[in-house]
Structure formats: C-alpha cells, structure tokens
C-alpha cells in the first residue's frame, strides 16, 4: 500500500481545564492591538484556534517593575 494513501491516525485532543497561560514579556502594550499585516493576523488565528481547541486562555502580559 502507498504511503500516501494511509489514514493518519488524530492523537486525542488534551483538555487544559480552562486553564490560563500568562506569557510574561518586556514589549506588549496594556491593552491586546489589531493585527496590523498578515503574519500578526495569522498568529492571532492560531492562538484562538488552539485556545478553543485545547480548552485554555492564552494572556500575553508586560513585565514591569
């Protein structure tokens, strides 16, 4: 049989329990911008994707002192 014509087989999705990761950082502003090119709106896609899918909330803080 060709390789390409096997099913891959899904692993099973993780469930975080709603769970939030803080990403802690020197450069984000206070309030989350609009995506200003592609690449921006591209990364926001796929963190929403990923959050919805995996059950959890990402939130990208500024590290201040």
Same mark, same amino acid.
């Given at each position: $049989?060709?390789?390409?014509?096997?099913?891959?087989? &899904? +692993?099973?999705?993780?469930?975080?329990?709603? @769970?939030?990761?803080?990403?802690?950082?020197?450069?984000?502003?206070? $309030?989350?911008a609009e995506p200003t090119n592609a690449m &921006? +709106?591209?990364?926001?896609?796929?963190?929403? @994707?990923?959050?919805?899918?995996y059950n959890f909330t990402i939130k990208q803080?500024?590290?201040?002192?």
């Amino acid at each position: $049989e060709d390789e390409a014509e096997k099913p891959v087989e &899904e +692993e099973p999705v993780a469930d975080l329990g709603g @769970m939030e990761i803080i990403i802690g950082d020197w450069w984000s502003p206070q $309030e989350p911008a609009e995506p200003t090119n592609a690449m &921006e +709106e591209a990364t926001l896609e796929y963190r929403q @994707m990923i959050q919805e899918k995996y059950n959890f909330t990402i939130k990208q803080v500024a590290v201040s002192d």
